[in-house]
């Protein structure tokens, strides 16, 4: 993470759960809501969709003690500094904003859905009717108007904060230090560790593993920094060490050329 | 609310009871995360389920549904018993001195009085010793046996531990953790505010709930402080400015009260309704009730109202004495026939009201409905409803469209009094139209009618002022918000102060008796400065006490007072009892501060000096309140359907002042073990209400797309039911199919020596829309109300759950 | 013609290849347009990468066709190497690399045009498959899918190195080479230097198509039988 | 009231929240062209900003109507940022305020009535309907209304008719409700407060 960049943070023990955050954010962003079951769960839609960009989710966790807690935490696009979507995305559509975050620009996404796969926080998802693929973009639109993101802004407990990395890692991790004085020993800042550190920054009460569906140690997959680290410019390697030696070879040993002989029915 | 949404920051301790504010008051919950965050307040959530709000507290204690009484009251022996009382404030500040009456008593969940066939109390022996000038005896010691603290002492040394614990459900340790925290905010310097909602109000002691909390925070002196009162987090966008404007059979707007059968002139009312003190220490600002009341009637009546025929008031319906017409009456007698007509506007009663098989059924009998809405909703379609043959069904319906919030400009005020202007960002689609526009078309026609061919008694319908249009003929809300205000209808000289005719009145201290002034609503007179300046239109954002009083953000009533009761936030010689959160305080010349409970000096001052609850005729904080219909001191009852066939408490087993509805539709089944499981009723913070607007929300459907029932993993696993899977609740008057949600977060609970299971279910949901949704909640919910108020009692009933 | 050219492939066979090479191109044009940001002009031609992306799509579908019957023609002759010939033959690496007396004389087809077969057919299928499961990744698991983006481009360095083998053996690396693929005819030298057991053999059987001679008479089908 | 530059700042929230991008140096005039929802930050900009208040709970939190000047419809509705109850926060219902708007396809917009008996609503015009109901009122109230009760006092009141809500209605509209239904006689008068 650079300097200039700007990161939003979710601090876990302040969310409520109103879900403004979830709506604002389909307002802001035009996408719809679809019809859903109730499974059991406050937690709808069950995940991440094309249509729902962050989600708050639902867990019900008993501590060692029996101490009944109820978890919250907004889901959505974490905005990597070294981004897998980004890296695999052949068309661009997925880049890195002058904030740092990561941007998509939808009228590039040829809908090949290989961010979904190189994402390590399964974040992009995929629209069937228009061949594209949605996320988060940070409110990219607003932020370059100097509007806070759509979701912040709409947070009233103070549970989702915006601003620049130095400033939002240090009330990060103040915080923790509060939250450990304060009965949660297990208190810790999630997502400066990894994945070149995200834009967006959880703190968390308890430690990462009780929260579902959240990854203890994200990485972009190795499958694919093989395949964009290692394979990509291989193949151009490999072809032009091909061309190279058959010019060497050529000129050196020369081709393989029919013996004159051979030639002897042809008369 | 006594205080404000913005002053629950200034608190030190806040007892979230009654209520869900997370869910319910999302951006309340900002200002109560706050006071941790800044005061290191604690937050404590009292319910029977753990909510988001509990998520969110630093501890959240379950109590069985309907036993708030006996954990408050468990609360108030604590009080007393370890000297927590803050006792200047409680000797000075509340009538706890009064002597009352030696025919007083209370006798196995009985006060004096009763009259068992009525269910109703002669109130005759609920009074206080008055010496010769008429003024209540006071022992200023409190220990005179039959002074009010002696009684209270006495009533609630019954409420201990281990009683309470029983009834509530509540262990005794996570009573004492309560009852510890809260009372250590009975110090001079220390704030402790309550919170409550519905689920306070929906019971059939909901008012005494109330009480009994209110006496907690006289003896603990919150009230009239930043930081204290008792705070109800009311449920609509404009519910405080409905019940201010009165849209309720028993009063007018202002609160004053609806005229009965018995006090058939003027005078007699005003005889009856203005009360009086002889204590010159006391204000007694309701001693001013002509004024509100005449100018309220010359707000409807304008010039036909004159002196000489008692400003028309014979034109006002009078009600009989004693009786009530809430809207569970009135859907009982609908079902028995009696109704024929119904105005149905922005409310959703099918889904809504209490036991909604009997409304729909009562529906059926209708000649007429007229609705207005922006949605459709389960109450205009009745005629089409699960199992209801239109063809038989002779009843004709309106369904009037109607503007959306955002589409007309107006006035809201939230529950904290703050009435705030909006503006009209566009226009509402195709015919829709403002309430305010249909409601002047439909009145106008009906009074061209009269007009043209005369009819019963057309003198009211005539003689009503009815000229709130602008000059294209549509709606004027600016117009009706200033007759509201009231003005001047000739020049009027008061004091030193000389107002035109047609001025403003701009503030309800200058409305008069004699029909010189016009004003709607007496609460509002000062909403408009006397040059017609709009003060709901304030946004000023200036903060001068630091405390979040934003004096010039829109208009607050009254007169801008943005907390009541505020003169008892000082000493008796006007000196802040916390000098770190100054509200008032007297300079000896004047007050400065928040916009005093009147001028007059503080109490010290024996000559001018006023006690601080004005609008109380004594003066002083009601610790002994004889004016509810069950007692002066709240007694807990059990709900009138519970898991119990005796209360713990006394042979009284339900509240005696209840009144039963004894229709055929009304069964009840308490402690029947056809129904075992405890019920209550909440809504969710995606949807409002009974949903009627919600749910054609998308956005919000999305996230709570159908009816659940919260169920805990004990009771699940004994019933065999899998979270997700369908199931059926029952009660005795219907049952509802929806989708089990198996949690952590209902517990059962021990109650009298058994194990009581709990259960609950959002009411948001009807027939209509989603069609797969589920029905309402309320096809389960029994038609019983709070004695004093009829509010139904949602919050507690018994039911059955089965797998489907 | 001049006669005595020596037909080596029939019309069928080179179809295949042609098929198999026109798309194995189209392939990997399109395929470097969405690989490299650098080569995203590619897809201008066609209105986009988009369109790019749905001309690789179906051109895929193409390539499998193509090298299902290429397989299934050549695989007994190109599929399966012969001992001991086979291995002499990779000992002098075919006597493309350096000098060699007498370069052992094999099949029809070499063992390096064996290994090309190979690894078209082996990387080429692996292409198909990966290739098929990128296009519908949702119904496979994500684990499986991100081995297939990995497969792919392995797949596609070596057939992409492979092609530039094959382009320069087939032309000037080896002259005479081309008209096998074109006409389908080739000179009897060029057999005897690249083919000679094939020659000799089919020659022996009476097999041997010669330009201007009566066919000998016929014994069994070609090599594609 | 309008607010236009004003009310563009209190849109953004940017000051309460000690947010401001372009000081730190950050080209705002990124040289990427980006998509056409871009269109949506520079319309509000060019928007007419109405204030308003939330119709839900009773908290009172001021939102902000971007309103196009051209076609006259609200595009766009978030928090107000200088409110200083909600400080431009909102909850789900709240941030979602935009679907009351007619943008929702379920908005009622003409007069449905439903005839005796029938199984459908009709669509009817306004005038029709406010004249039937002035005469059904009429017919009822000079029916039924009653001058004394069963003891014999004056009671100039009409039982047969209820008039139930709203807390969802502006204050003004309220008190013309209770102006309308108590000169009519009305006694049968509710609505959520009790609820």
């Known amino acids: ?267 | 609310m006594t205080n404000h949404y913005i002053d629950l920051k200034n608190s030190d301790c806040i007892l979230i009871m009654g209520s869900n504010a997370a869910e319910h008051h999302p951006i309340a919950f900002k200002w109560i995360l706050r006071a941790k965050e800044q005061n290191g307040a604690t937050l404590i959530h009292v319910d029977p389920r753990f909510t988001r709000t509990s998520a969110r507290c630093d501890f959240h204690v379950p109590l069985r549904s309907g036993t708030d009484i006996a954990f408050l009251g468990g609360m108030i022996r604590y009080i007393i018993e370890n000297e927590k009382y803050f006792r200047d404030y409680v000797v000075h500040y509340t009538n706890a001195s009064f002597i009352v009456s030696p025919d007083f008593h209370f006798k196995d969940g009985l006060f004096s009085g009763y009259d068992a066939e009525k269910r109703k109390y002669n109130k005759d022996t609920w009074v206080f010793e008055k010496d010769s000038r008429g003024i209540p005896k006071r022992d200023m010691t409190l220990n005179h046996p039959r002074c009010v603290f002696q009684l209270l002492k006495d009533h609630y040394s019954r409420y201990t531990l281990d009683k309470v614990s029983s009834i509530t459900g509540v262990t005794k340790e996570n009573l004492l953790r309560v009852y510890k925290a809260y009372s250590a905010t009975g110090v001079p310097d220390k704030a402790g505010t309550e919170c409550y909602a519905l689920g306070w109000t929906h019971h059939t002691t909901g008012s005494q709930n109330i009480r009994t909390m209110s006496i907690i925070q006289l003896l603990l002196g919150n009230m009239g402080i930043c930081g204290g009162g008792v705070n109800a987090l009311r449920g609509e966008p404009n519910v405080q400015g409905s019940t201010d404007h009165a849209i309720l059979y028993n009063i007018l707007p202002g609160y004053l009260k609806m005229p009965a059968a018995s006090l058939d002139t003027l005078e007699k009312y005003l005889g009856k309704n203005t009360p009086k003190s002889n204590d010159p220490q006391s204000a007694n600002y309701y001693q001013n009730y002509p004024n509100f009341f005449v100018s309220f009637l010359k707000a409807l009546f304008d010039d036909k109202g004159t002196a000489e025929n008692g400003f028309g008031y014979s034109w006002l319906p009078k009600l009989d004495d004693g009786a009530a017409y809430s809207l569970m009456h009135l859907f009982d007698k609908m079902y028995d026939g009696k109704v024929k007509g119904l105005f149905v506007v922005g409310t959703d009663p099918a889904v809504s009201s209490p036991n909604a098989n009997k409304v729909r059924k009562a529906l059926e009998n209708l000649e007429w409905m007229v609705c207005e809405n922006i949605f459709d909703n389960e109450t205009h379609c009745f005629w089409k409803g699960p199992g209801v043959d239109p063809g038989k069904i002779k009843t004709e319906v309106f369904l009037l469209p109607a503007s959306a919030s955002m589409e007309k400009e107006g006035s809201q005020s939230n529950s904290g009094r703050w009435v705030q202007w909006k503006y009209k960002a566009a226009e509402a689609p195709g015919d829709a139209a403002a309430v305010g526009e249909l409601t002047i078309r439909i009145m106008a026609a009906i009074k061209e009618l009269y007009a043209r061919e005369g009819g019963a008694y057309p003198d009211p319908v005539l003689n009503l002022k009815w000229d709130y249009i602008d000059k294209n003929g549509k709606y004027d809300a600016l117009k009706v918000a200033k007759q509201i205000n009231g003005h001047f209808l000739r020049d009027t000289t008061i004091g030193d102060k000389t107002f035109k005719r047609d001025q403003m009145v701009p503030s309800f201290g200058m409305l008069q008796s004699d029909g010189s002034t016009s004003g709607g609503n007496w609460l509002m007179s000062g909403s408009f400065t006397a040059d017609g300046f709009n003060n709901m239109e304030k946004r000023g954002k200036d903060d001068p006490t630091g405390l979040g009083l934003f004096p010039n953000w829109s208009f607050c009533w009254p007169v801008n007072r943005r907390i009541i009761y505020n003169r008892a936030s000082c000493d008796l010689n006007g000196k802040p009892f916390n000098p770190k959160r100054k509200l008032l305080e007297w300079t000896g010349e004047k007050w400065v501060g928040d916009v005093p409970d009147g001028p007059w000096p503080p109490q010290a001052d024996k000559e001018k000096g006023k006690y601080p609850f004005i609008m109380k005729p004594d003066g002083l904080g009601a610790i002994f309140g004889p004016g509810m219909a069950e007692g002066p001191f709240p007694e807990h009852y059990e709900p009138l359907e519970s898991p119990l066939t005796v209360n713990p408490m006394s042979g009284q087993r339900i509240n005696p002042a209840i009144e039963f509805f004894n229709g055929e539709m009304d069964k009840v089944a308490s402690a029947d073990e056809k129904f075992p499981y405890v019920c209550t009723s909440y809504s969710c913070t995606e949807h409002w209400c009974s949903g009627a607007l919600t749910r054609w929300q998308a956005w919000l459907l999305e996230m709570q797309p159908e009816l659940y029932v919260e169920i805990g993993e004990k009771l699940a696993i004994e019933k065999g039911i899998r979270n997700g899977q369908r199931v059926k609740v029952s009660s005795a008057r219907g049952e509802v199919s929806c989708i089990a949600m198996v949690t952590k977060r209902f517990k059962p609970f021990q109650v009298e020596g058994k194990t009581v299971h709990q259960v609950g279910l959002p009411f948001n949901y009807g027939w209509l829309f989603p069609k797969d949704g589920g029905d309402s909640t309320n096809l389960l919910t029994p038609t019983i109300g709070d004695a004093n108020t009829f509010c139904p009692e949602y919050k507690a009933f018994m039911v059955n759950v089965t797998r489907i | ?225 | 009231m309008e607010i236009t530059r004003r009310g563009f700042l209190t849109l953004s929230g940017a000051v309460a929240s000690g947010l401001t991008l372009s000081p730190l140096g950050i080209n705002l005039k990124p040289a990427r062209a980006y998509a056409a929802d871009l269109n949506k930050a520079n319309r509000i900009k060019a928007a007419k900003q109405v204030t308003t208040i939330c119709c839900y709970c009773s908290v009172g939190c001021g939102l902000v109507c971007s309103v196009d000047k051209i076609t006259g419809k609200i595009f766009n509705i978030e928090g107000d940022a200088d409110h200083p109850i909600s400080e431009g926060s909102l909850c789900a219902k709240g941030a979602g305020f935009f679907d009351l708007t007619e943008a929702n396809r379920h908005r009622l917009r003409k007069v449905l009535y439903r005839a005796p008996m029938s199984d459908k609503w009709e669509e009817r015009e306004m005038d029709w309907a406010i004249d039937r109901i002035a005469r059904l009122v009429k017919t009822e109230r000079d029916k039924s209304f009653i001058t004394t009760n069963a003891k014999g006092q004056t009671v100039n009141r009409v039982e047969t008719i209820g008039h139930l809500g709203s807390s969802n209605v502006d204050s003004e509209e309220c008190w013309l409700m209770v102006a309308k239904a108590r000169a009519l006689g009305m006694v049968y008068i509710d609505h959520q407060a009790r609820v």
């Open chain 3, 1 to 225: 013609m001049k006669k005595g050219m020596i037909k080596a492939t029939d019309a069928f066979e080179r179809i295949v290849h042609w098929s198999l090479a026109i798309s194995c191109i189209v392939l990997m044009i399109s395929g470097l347009g969405m690989m490299f940001h650098s080569l995203n002009f590619l897809a201008v031609p066609v209105g986009g990468l988009k369109n790019l992306k749905l001309i690789h799509n179906f051109t895929g579908l193409f390539f499998i066709a193509s090298l299902f019957f290429a397989v299934l023609m050549w695989w007994r002759e190109a599929g399966v190497f012969e001992f001991p010939e086979d291995a002499e033959w990779i000992k002098v690496a075919g006597g493309y690399l350096w000098h060699v007396d007498s370069v052992p004389e094999v099949g029809k087809y070499n063992p390096g045009q064996k290994m090309f077969f190979l690894a078209v057919a082996i990387f080429g299928a692996a292409m198909a498959v990966s290739g098929l499961m990128m296009w519908f990744p949702l119904s496979f698991g994500a684990g499986l899918v991100r081995f297939m983006y990995f497969l792919h481009a392995l797949g596609f360095v070596v057939i992409f190195a492979f092609f530039f083998v094959h382009l320069y053996l087939g032309t000037i690396g080896s002259p005479g080479s081309l008209p096998a693929m074109t006409s389908g005819w080739v000179t009897r030298a060029w057999l005897m230097k690249q083919h000679p057991k094939w020659l000799k053999e089919t020659e022996h059987k009476g097999r041997l198509v010669v330009y201007g001679k009566e066919p000998a008479p016929r014994e069994g089908q070609g090599h594609h039988a």
């Open chain 1, 1 to 267: 993470m650079k300097g200039t960049d700007f990161v939003k943070l979710i601090d876990t023990t302040r969310c409520t759960a109103c879900r403004g955050c979830q709506v604002a954010c389909k307002q802001w962003n035009e996408m719809p809501g679809l019809r859903t079951r109730n499974r059991g769960s406050y937690q709808n839609p069950p995940d991440l969709e094309w249509n729902t960009w962050t989600l708050v989710r639902f867990q019900e966790h008993e501590n060692g003690d029996g101490v009944l807690q109820w978890l919250f935490r907004k889901d959505g696009c974490m905005h990597c500094t070294d981004a897998g979507c980004v890296k695999v995305c052949p068309s661009g559509a997925l880049f890195y904003t002058e904030f740092g975050t990561v941007g998509i620009d939808r009228t590039k996404c040829i809908g090949c859905k290989e961010c979904l796969f190189a994402c390590p926080f399964e974040v992009p998802k995929y629209d069937r009717a228009t061949d594209k693929v949605f996320k988060c973009d940070l409110c990219y639109t607003r932020l370059r108007e100097g509007l806070l993101p759509a979701c912040v802004k709409s947070c009233p407990t103070g549970a989702l904060t915006f601003g620049a990395v130095d400033t939002m890692l240090k009330t990060a991790y103040a915080r923790v230090e509060d939250l450990k004085q304060d009965g949660h020993p297990d208190a810790n800042v999630y997502g400066d560790k990894f994945v070149g550190g995200t834009h967006v920054l959880y703190v968390l009460g308890e430690k990462p593993e009780i929260y579902d569906s959240l990854p203890q140690k994200p990485a972009v997959p190795l499958t694919v920094i093989a395949w964009k680290d290692f394979l990509k410019p291989l193949s151009l390697l490999a072809a032009g060490g091909v061309i190279l030696g058959s010019f060497l070879h050529y000129i050196i040993h020369g081709p393989k050329s029919p013996d004159e002989n051979g030639d002897r029915d042809a008369t």
